[in-house]
């Protein structure tokens, strides 16, 4: 007796999505509360390798 195959089919996007029952901004103040995202220009990367060194700079500015 044969085992039967569980044969998945490959995970796509539908087409359309229903979205009728969301809730507007129900993260949002989670998400501020908790994330604090900065882009710097390459050139700013260049001297501050990592987040340590950019933090480590910006309080030695803020107590100025």
Known sequence: MKKATNRKKKVEMLD?????????GKYASRY???SNVVV???????VFQNSEAVNRAL???AEI
């Open 59 to 61: 309080r030695g500015l």
């Open 32 to 34: 501020a509360k908790g």
């Open 16 to 24: 359309e999505y229903d979205f009728s029952h969301g809730v507007r």
């Open 40 to 46: 710097l220009d390459p050139d700013v990367v260049q």
